[in-house]
C-alpha cells in the first residue's frame, strides 16, 4: 500500500545516509589533512564540501515535497521530520571539517609534539565512531544503541579539556601560541561534532518514542564524574 | 448534575385518531371485498367441477358448462400477450430512449398515452367495430376481440414498460457508452434486459386487466350463446360475457354457475397476479 | 589520500522514478462548454502529457466533471450542451466533422464516481468492451489480462461467473476500470473515482494509479485535492468565476507540476484553495 510513498520516503533517507558516508570522508579528510599537516589535502575537503551541500539541499527538498505531497502522519511524519533535522546535523558537521582544514591551512607550520598528534587521532576517530554510531542507531531505529553516544560523547569532552590544559602550558614562543590558539578551535569543532552526533542520536529517540528529550542537559549537568 | 426528562409528555390524541381513521377505510374496502368473495364462493363452489370445464353451455343447468368462454378468455389472454408485448414494449424503448423530448411531436405522444390508459372501455369497444370489424372486414371473430383488447390495454403496457426502463439506472447507460457502445447496443444489450422483470410483471398485469373487460367484447359481437370451440377466426364468447348470460337466467341454479364462472376467472386472474408478483420478487434488482 | 574518490552513487537499485515529461496527448485549445447557452467552463487551454497522472482539482461547480466529458464525448449524450473550441488528440480533432464519438470511447476510457457494474457477471461485465468492439476471439484471456491489470484478478478468478454486485464497493470500482482497459484504450478518463469508497480501497486505487501510468495516460477529476498531491504529476486547478448575474462559470487558473502547485502556486486563488482558506 502507498507504493509511491514508502519509495520516496526509502530514497530520501538512503539519500541521508548517503550524506553521512560524505560527511564522513570529509572527516577523514580533515583529520589527516591536520595530522600530515597537509595543505592539499585542507583545499580538497574544502572542495568537497560543495558536494555535501548539494546533498544538504536535495534532502531538505525531498522532506520539502514529500510533507506537501504525502502529508505523512504517526510514525511517518515523526520519520520526515528526525530526516530534516538528521540533515542540518550533517551539514553542520561537514561545515566543521571545513573549518579544521581551513585552520590546518591558516596555523604556522610547527612540527607538534607527539602528544598532540595522539590527541587528535584519538578525537578524530571518537568523532568519526560517534558519527557511525548516530547513523547506524538511526537506520537500525535502535534507541539503545544511540543513548550510548552519550558516554562516547563524554570522552571527547574530556580530550578537549585535556587538549585544552596541554595548550595552556605552553612557554612564551608567539608562533606556538598562534598555533595552540588554532588548535583549540580545531579541538572545539570535534567536540562539536560529537554534540551534533549526540543531537542525531537525540532524533533517533525521537523517531522511536515520540517523545522531544536531550539526552543530557548542559544547563542541568549530571554529577561531575569521578 | 443535568437532570433529563425522557418521559412521554402526555397521550398523542392526534396521533390515534389518524391511525383510527387508516384502519377504518382498510376495513371498509376489505371487508366489503371479503363479503363479495365469500357470497360468490358460497354460492357456486358447488359447481365448480368437471362438467365446468368440459362442457358447453346448455339450457339444462345441470350439465351446462363454460368450455367455450374459457377457452375464448385464455386464447384472448395468450393474444393479447403476444401483440401487446412487441408494440407496447417497442413504444416504450421509443419514448424513454431514443425519443427527443423536446420536439412537439414526442411530448404530444407522451401526453396522449396517459388519457388513452383512462379511455372508458366501450370507446374501445365501439372503436373496434368501426375499424376492425367493419373498416378491416374481419367480422366478428376472436382475432377482433383480441386485437381490441391489445389497444385497450396498450397504454398500460407502454406506461409499465416505460416504469421498468426508467427504473434502470442511467449510470448503466453511461456506463455502456462510455464504453464506445452505440445506443442499439447499450440498449439491447443492458437496459433491455435489467428491465424485463419489469416488463414482465407490467405485461402480466396489463393482460389480467384485459381478459376482465366484457363492454368491448360485446361491442365486437361475443356472442352469449355459444356451444363449439372458439377458432381464432371464428365466433366466439367469453367468461365475463357467459357470467353476464347465466346471471341475467331466470333459474336459481344459472346464478349459481354464474358465481361459479366468476370463481373461475378469479383463479385464472389471481394466478397470473400471484405469477406477475412472483417474477417481479424473483428478479428485484439491488442496484 | 584523496576526498573525492570515485563519484558517489545512491546505495543500490533504488532508482528514483522520475516521471519527465513526455509527448503531449492532448492539446485543449481554449475549449468551452456550454449547457442552454450558459458557459459552465470558459475557454481553457492545456496539454496533457502522455503516461501521467493529471489531476483537475477545484471547488464544487468549477466545472472540472463537465470539463473531463470533453475528451471522451460524453457531453454529447446531454441535449443542449455544445463543446466550443479544440481538443486534439495526438493531433487529430476529437470533435472533427467526420469524428465518430463511438469511435472516441473506444480509445478513451472512462470511471466514473460511483461504482457503475453491470447488473451481470464478473465476466460479462469486462467482456462487455471486447464484445461491443468485435473482439470474439480470445475472449477469456482477454478479461484475465485486465483483471490483473486492475489488480483484481486474484480475489474474482474463482467466480467469474457471479454477479458483480456482490462485489464490495472498492472491488466493483476496480472492476470498472478492469472493464474500461478491456477495450485496450489508450487513456483513462477518472471522474472522482475514489469518493464513493473507504481510505483502504481509496489507497488501493490511488496504488493503482500508480502503476497504470506505466502504460496509459490517466487524467482524474478529485475534490480531494490531498489526493491530488499523492497521485498527480500534473495539477491544474480550477475555480468559479461567478458573474455579477450570478451565472457561475469554471475557469483555469493554474495548471502546472504537483509539487509546484502544493509548495509554491503562482497564484493567490490557488495558494487560498490548498491552504484551505477558500471562500
Known amino acids: 500500500m502507498r507504493v509511491g510513498f514508502q519509495e520516496e520516503l526509502d530514497y530520501l533517507e538512503a539519500s541521508l545516509h548517503e550524506e553521512g558516508t560524505l560527511v564522513l570522508r570529509s572527516l577523514r579528510g580533515a583529520l589527516n589533512a591536520l595530522v600530515q599537516q597537509d595543505e592539499e589535502l585542507a583545499d580538497e575537503v574544502i572542495a568537497f564540501d560543495d558536494e555535501i551541500d548539494a546533498r544538504y539541499l536535495a534532502v531538505e527538498e525531498g522532506v520539502q515535497e514529500l510533507l506537501a505531497r504525502q502529508t505523512p502522519v504517526a510514525g511517518d511524519l515523526r520519520l520526515v521530520l528526525s530526516m530534516l533535522h538528521v540533515n542540518l546535523h550533517l551539514e553542520r558537521i561537514g561545515d566543521y571539517c571545513v573549518t579544521i582544514a581551513k585552520l590546518v591551512k591558516l596555523a604556522p607550520p610547527v612540527a607538534p609534539d607527539r602528544m598532540f598528534v595522539d590527541a587528535f587521532q584519538e578525537m578524530g576517530t571518537r568523532a568519526e565512531e560517534m558519527i557511525r554510531v548516530a547513523l547506524d542507531s538511526f537506520a537500525a531505529r535502535n534507541l539503545e544503541q544511540a543513548e550510548t553516544l552519550v558516554d562516547l560523547d563524554e570522552l571527547i569532552d574530556r580530550a578537549n579539556r585535556r587538549f585544552v590544559q596541554q595548550v595552556l602550558s605552553f612557554g612564551r614562543d608567539p608562533k606556538l601560541h ?6 583549540i ?7 562539536r561534532i560529537g554534540d551534533h552526533a549526540v543531537d542525531i542520536g537525540e532524533r533517533t529517540a ?3 518514542s515520540g517523545e522531544f528529550r536531550e539526552f543530557t542537559d548542559a544547563s542541568h549537568p549530571d554529577e561531575p564524574e569521578g | 448534575m443535568t437532570t ?18 387508516l384502519l377504518l377505510s382498510l376495513i371498509v374496502g376489505f371487508a366489503t371485498l371479503v363479503t363479495l368473495l365469500v357470497d360468490v364462493f358460497r354460492k357456486g363452489w358447488q359447481y365448480v367441477d368437471e362438467t365446468l370445464f368440459t362442457n358447453p353451455p346448455s339450457i339444462d343447468p345441470a350439465i351446462a358448462g363454460a368450455r367455450p368462454a374459457i377457452l375464448a378468455t385464455i386464447y384472448l389472454g395468450l393474444m393479447v400477450i403476444l401483440f401487446t408485448v412487441p408494440i407496447g414494449v417497442g413504444t ?3 419514448l424513454e430512449e431514443y425519443a427527443d423530448r423536446r420536439r412537439w411531436y414526442n411530448r404530444l405522444l407522451e401526453l396522449n398515452i396517459q388519457n388513452l390508459a383512462a379511455v372508458p372501455s366501450i370507446v374501445y369497444g365501439i372503436l373496434g367495430l368501426a375499424f376492425i370489424v367493419r373498416g378491416l372486414g374481419l367480422g366478428q371473430v376472436l382475432l377482433a376481440g383480441a386485437l381490441i383488447l391489445t389497444l385497450l390495454v396498450l397504454p398500460n403496457m407502454i406506461i409499465a414498460s416505460r416504469e421498468a426502463l426508467r427504473a434502470v439506472p442511467d449510470t448503466i447507460r453511461q456506463g455502456g457508452y462510455a464504453l464506445g457502445a452505440t445506443q442499439w447496443q447499450v440498449t439491447a444489450r443492458q437496459v433491455l434486459p435489467a428491465a424485463l422483470p419489469g416488463i414482465a410483471t407490467g405485461s402480466i398485469l396489463s393482460v389480467s386487466r384485459g381478459i376482465g373487460e366484457t363492454a368491448p367484447l360485446i361491442m365486437v359481437g361475443a356472442v352469449t350463446y355459444v356451444a363449439f370451440d372458439p377458432t381464432i377466426l371464428g365466433p366466439f364468447t367469453a367468461l365475463p360475457i357467459q357470467i353476464y348470460q347465466w346471471v341475467r337466467l331466470p333459474q336459481e341454479e344459472f346464478r349459481a354457475l354464474a358465481a361459479a364462472a366468476i370463481i373461475v376467472l378469479l383463479g385464472i386472474l389471481l394466478s397470473l397476479n400471484a405469477v406477475a408478483i412472483w417474477l417481479r420478487n424473483r428478479y428485484q434488482r439491488r442496484w | 589520500m584523496s576526498v573525492t574518490d570515485a563519484p558517489v552513487k545512491i546505495a543500490g537499485d533504488l532508482q528514483r522514478e522520475s516521471t519527465p515529461r513526455g509527448a503531449a496527448v492532448f492539446d485543449v ?44 464525448r460524453m457531453n454529447d449524450l446531454i441535449p443542449n450542451a455544445k463543446v466550443h473550441g479544440k481538443v486534439l488528440y495526438h493531433g487529430a480533432d476529437l470533435y472533427g466533422k467526420d469524428v465518430d464519438p463511438v469511435e472516441v470511447r473506444k480509445q478513451i476510457g472512462m470511471v466514473f464516481q460511483k461504482p457503475n457494474p453491470f447488473p451481470k457477471s464478473i465476466y460479462d461485465n469486462v467482456a462487455f468492451g471486447p464484445r461491443v468492439l468485435g473482439w470474439r476471439k480470445e475472449l477469456d484471456e482477454r478479461v484475465e489480462r485486465a483483471l490483473r491489470r486492475a489488480a483484481l484478478w486474484d480475489e474474482v478468478k474463482d467466480r467469474l461467473k457471479k454477479n458483480a454486485l456482490g462485489l464490495s464497493g472498492g472491488q466493483q470500482q476496480r472492476l470498472c476500470i478492469a472493464r474500461a482497459l478491456a477495450t485496450e484504450p489508450d487513456v483513462i478518463l477518472m471522474d472522482e473515482p475514489a469518493s464513493a469508497l473507504d481510505p483502504i480501497a481509496t489507497t488501493r486505487i490511488e496504488d493503482l494509479m500508480h ?9 482524474i477529476v478529485t475534490h480531494n485535492m490531498q489526493q491530488a498531491a499523492r497521485v498527480a504529476d500534473m495539477t491544474a486547478f480550477f475555480s468559479v468565476d ?3 448575474e450570478g451565472d457561475r462559470t469554471g475557469i483555469l487558473v493554474e495548471y502546472d507540476e504537483t509539487s509546484k502547485i502544493f509548495t509554491q502556486p503562482s497564484d493567490q486563488r490557488t495558494e487560498d484553495y490548498v491552504t484551505g482558506r477558500f471562500g
Not at chain 2, 397521550?11 to 381513521?21: E, I, N, T
Not at chain 3, 467552463?41 to 466545472?63: D, F, N, R, W
Not at chain 3, 502503476?211 to 487524467?219: A, P
Open chain 1, 178 to 183: 598562534e598555533w595552540g590558539l588554532r588548535m
Open chain 1, 185 to 191: 578551535v580545531v579541538s572545539r569543532c570535534f567536540e
Open chain 1, 206 to 208: 525521537y523517531l522511536v
Open chain 2, 4 to 21: 433529563v426528562n425522557l418521559k412521554r409528555r402526555g397521550r398523542d390524541v392526534k396521533g390515534a385518531a389518524f391511525k383510527g381513521v
Open chain 2, 92 to 94: 416504450a424503448i421509443y
Open chain 3, 29 to 72: 485549445q481554449n475549449v468551452g462548454v456550454s449547457y442552454d447557452g450558459n458557459l459552465a467552463v470558459h475557454e481553457v487551454t492545456l496539454p496533457i502529457y502522455e503516461k501521467q497522472v493529471t489531476a483537475i482539482i477545484g471547488p464544487s461547480g468549477c466545472g472540472k466533471s463537465t470539463f473531463i466529458r470533453v475528451f471522451n
Open chain 3, 211 to 219: 502503476e497504470l501510468k506505466r502504460d496509459y495516460t490517466i487524467l
Open chain 3, 242 to 244: 461567478i458573474a455579477p
